[in-house]
């Protein structure tokens, strides 16, 4: 195996031990406490730790601050904790606010075409993705930072952008076909609703298409969804997962190179940017090689809405083995695939659920619809006396609604060690996410 640069846009930083990446770190910590000291919001959230914004040159410091948490952005509605005068804010992107109302998040000029810019870019290049390839944009625009982010990064690339934005299966599965697009942003679903939409009219993804990359965002995809989607589309076809949160600044937290996608892993791969800590959801201790941890991030050049110490409430596994890759990048620790939300953890009859052991069991079932399904609870909150499966039945599948639920309920226990009632519905009735699925929801 070779240790090259050469798949590296940022090959002064991407190429960094973790000891250097660190250094980085405490250097750009001490310019964020003295930012943030000239921000009353800011002054008044460390002073409830006992603490002030210049605490931060120490490298000690940050680990006795409280987390950030969406509750205190909510309480400063509408412009939470800007950092900045407000006049100097370019533009606002918002949460998807799926919980709640939208918490804003500004960015200045400098926010967007600089640090946005450059994350994403470094991301697509990691991808395989080079100046002059042609990319079809299929995420969302308007309050979602998605559309937005990957403008910006194939504009830094110097790729050519088809800005379609989501929806108009008809047209693009043509366009993907005439225009040669070799990227597509997009959503796990929606890429399959493309694939099927292509061969309904003739055109078959496999030879047709051009495409090498697509970005996953919004959805975590299972292992198993993610090989079906490669199955059909050209032999150097990959998906690539990424990571990221509006409150982080983007989608840019995590993304992973084609040696972390054979993994079924992501980097850490913007740490000059936006320090991750992967934190024990109940001891808030970092969690060691292979274990399950929140992110817990602080931005650490973005001018506009920087967040210290925000709590994701996302859980992922830190890589067993988290430095020295082959792909070069041995600094930039590796997690794996978003497991689920520290606040979507069911407890059901003291046993821990998250859904996406669910997910995994539904991806790798024939038979079943993969982006269909609901987990129904009967009361709000952790812990539900009892839990229900919903599932779809593919239209083509010959068995029977209750074979196809045994199954899935069969496969339930033995992941789980819990016994789960499995309802199966025709394709097409389970609600369908755009953005975030809400996979947990509470029925009488
Ligand atoms: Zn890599």
């Not at 490298?59 to 939470?80: D, G, I, V």
């Not at 299966?169 to 070799?182: A, G, I, P």
């Not at 996410?433 to 996979?439: D, G, L, S, V």
Request: with cysteine; hydrophobic share 35%; aromatic share 8%.
């Amino acid at each position: 195996m070779t240790t090259s640069t050469a798949d590296m846009l940022h090959p002064e930083i991407e190429a960094l031990e973790h000891d250097d990446l660190q250094a980085i770190q405490r250097t750009k910590l001490t310019a964020l406490g003295k930012r943030l000291s000239a921000a009353p919001e800011w002054v008044a959230h460390f002073g409830e730790s006992g603490m002030k914004p210049d605490d931060l040159a120490d490298p000690q410091a940050l680990s006795n601050l409280a987390f950030l948490q969406k509750s205190q952005l909510r309480e400063r509605y509408p412009f939470p904790m800007l950092g900045i005068d407000g006049a100097k804010v370019d533009r606002f992107c918002a949460t998807s606010g799926t919980t709640g109302l939208p918490v804003l998040f500004g960015y200045t000029q400098r926010d967007m075409q600089e640090l946005l810019a450059n994350q994403v870019a470094r991301q697509l290049y990691a991808h395989g993705c080079r100046p002059g390839d042609r990319g079809y944009n299929g995420f969302g625009f308007g309050l979602w930072v998605g559309g937005l982010a990957y403008d910006l990064g194939m504009a830094r690339l110097g790729m050519t952008n088809f800005p379609v934005g989501p929806g108009r299966s008809d047209l693009v599965v043509e366009w993907m076909r005439d225009m040669e697009w070799s990227l597509a942003t997009v959503s796990p679903v929606f890429l399959a609703t493309l694939i099927r939409t292509s061969r309904e009219k003739g055109i078959d993804p496999k030879t047709d298409w051009k495409l090498k990359q697509a970005v996953i965002g919004g959805q975590s995809v299972s292992l198993a969804f993610r090989d079906e989607l490669e199955a059909e589309l050209p032999a150097d076809f990959k998906t690539y997962n990424t990571y990221g949160t509006t409150e982080a600044g983007g989608p840019i937290v995590a993304a992973s190179c084609p040696w972390s996608h054979a993994r079924d892993e992501m980097h850490l791969i913007n740490e000059d940017t936006v320090l991750t800590e992967i934190l024990d959801p109940e001891t808030f201790q970092p969690v060691g090689p292979g274990e399950v941890g929140e992110i817990v991030v602080t931005t650490l050049d973005k001018q506009a809405s920087p967040v210290v110490r925000w709590r994701t409430r996302d859980l992922v596994r830190l890589s067993e083995h988290p430095y020295d890759f082959p792909c070069g990048r041995k600094g930039m620790r590796n997690i794996g695939r978003i497991i689920g939300r520290s606040d979507d953890m069911l407890k059901v009859r003291g046993v821990i659920v998250y859904p996406s052991q669910v997910e995994d069991v539904i991806a790798t079932t024939p038979g079943t619809v993969k982006e269909a399904w609901q987990i129904y609870v009967d009361t709000p909150g952790s812990a539900p006396k009892q839990m229900v499966v919903a599932i779809e039945r593919e239209r083509s599948y010959n068995g029977a609604d209750n074979e196809l639920a045994e199954a899935v309920g069969r496969s339930l226990t033995s992941r789980l060690g819990l016994k789960v009632p499995v309802e199966c519905h025709p394709e097409g009735t389970l609600p369908r996410y755009e953005a975030k699925a809400q996979r947990v929801l509470v029925r009488d």
